[in-house]
């Protein structure tokens, strides 16, 4: 099931930041139960939040996403779904992916993660970590998965730096976005801040560095940035403390 904690933003440009003494979550105690994530074929395990911020073919604005990571056998790392929640708590499936029918490689198949961000432009991109049987012994790389407004996959991203993609945010400019996507696999977190032009060969580039006496590694990398309706730009660095 999904919440919403209503009033956040209202209560926090209310009280000053020094006023602050106790947790953050004190004062909200009411959560209002919108409508179930679990659609047909029982995906459960809700993970991935994001807020439709367009209307575009099957995504409403003001809607919610919500990824499963679970399946209906309650297998982490093994869910599929997307679930679309409207205000008025309505349910709707989304997208439903299957492994089998990607554009490209997923290694080790889906299992939908925290990792879900919806665009302006109406692309929704999210995370895969996927086990074979649930347990943390079975995770794989697993990859990004980007998704047009009409549920399609049309693209893949895997391969260094992408190695199991928990959790992501984006910087959104309309007409291009910038992913951060936090790796859970080896902690790195992989960023896209030198765009370079999809026809290009994917590479990757890597060096040292060292700030303080302290050691680290960069790792260049092609990822995605949107730069039109069907134009994609990659490239992504990724930093690890070594």
Aim: aromatic share 6%; charged share 10%.
């Amino acid at each position: 099931m999904i919440g919403i904690l209503a009033g956040v933003s209202a209560l926090v440009a209310a009280i000053p930041t020094a006023a602050a003494t106790g947790p953050f979550i004190d004062p909200f105690n009411s959560v209002q139960t919108i409508a179930p994530t679990v659609p047909k074929h029982g995906d459960v395990n809700p993970y991935g939040v994001a807020v439709v911020p367009v209307s575009r073919a099957n995504l409403v604005a003001g809607d919610v996403l919500v990824s499963n990571f679970n399946n209906h056998r309650n297998l982490q790392g093994t869910g599929s779904t997307i679930v679309e929640v409207s205000p008025g708590g309505g349910s709707t499936l989304f997208a439903s992916l299957a492994p089998n029918k990607l554009p490209g490689p997923c290694p080790g198949g889906l299992g939908l993660t925290t990792a879900l961000v919806a665009l302006r432009s109406g692309w929704v991109i999210v995370g895969s970590l996927p086990t074979k049987d649930g347990t943390s012994a079975s995770m794989q790389a697993g990859c990004l998965l980007v998704v047009d407004p009409s549920d399609t996959v049309v693209e893949t991203i895997s391969g260094p730096p992408i190695n199991g993609p928990w959790d992501m945010t984006a910087v959104d400019a309309g007409t291009t976005a910038t992913l951060f996507v936090s790796n859970v696999l080896n902690g790195t977190v992989a960023a896209s801040p030198k765009p370079l032009d999809r026809a290009l060969p994917w590479h990757s580039d890597a060096r040292s560095a060292g700030h303080g006496g302290s050691c680290g590694r960069f790792y260049s990398i092609s990822a995605v940035s949107q730069v039109g309706p069907t134009l994609w730009r990659v490239s992504w660095l990724a930093f690890r403390q070594g």
